[in-house]
Nanobody, 116 residues
Framework: QVQLVESGGGLVQSGGSLKLSCAASGSIFSINTMGWYRQASGKQRELVAAITSGGSTDYADSVKGRFTISRDKSKNTLYLQMNSLKPEDTAVYYC??????????WGQGTQVTVSS
């Protein structure tokens, strides 16, 4: 069984920074993609950033240039460095793991609140 545990959320002022972490445990095979999604109150969950096992990354247009996704394979840990945060970044952030050929797992979510 796979478990994803997020940490690092909190309250920060506009323009500030936060770093989220997601520790994965269990049967994690080599071909996978990890990502961060977010869901603001009253809105649908959306992809923020993703990184493949080969190191390719993808970002939502709204966070390009401000957020950086990375992973430490030796620790099975995913990170999201968030800089220049804006009030519209306020949401619950979820860690996601997709394992080939199609298993998907989610973390419990961590709240990020950006005050203006």
């Amino acid at each position: 069984q796979v478990q994803l545990v997020e940490s690092g959320g909190g309250l920060v002022q506009s323009g500030g920074s936060l770093k989220l972490s997601c520790a994965a445990s269990g049967s994690i095979f080599s071909i996978n993609t990890m990502g961060w999604y977010r869901q603001a109150s009253g809105k649908q969950r959306e992809l923020v950033a993703a990184i493949t096992s080969g190191g390719s990354t993808d970002y939502a247009d709204s966070v390009k240039g401000r957020f950086t996704i990375s992973r430490d394979k030796s620790k099975n840990t995913l990170y999201l460095q968030m800089n220049s945060l804006k009030p519209e970044d306020t949401a619950v952030y979820y860690c996601n793991l997709w394992i080939w050929p199609g298993a998907t797992y989610w973390g419990q979510g961590t709240q990020v609140t950006v005050s203006s």
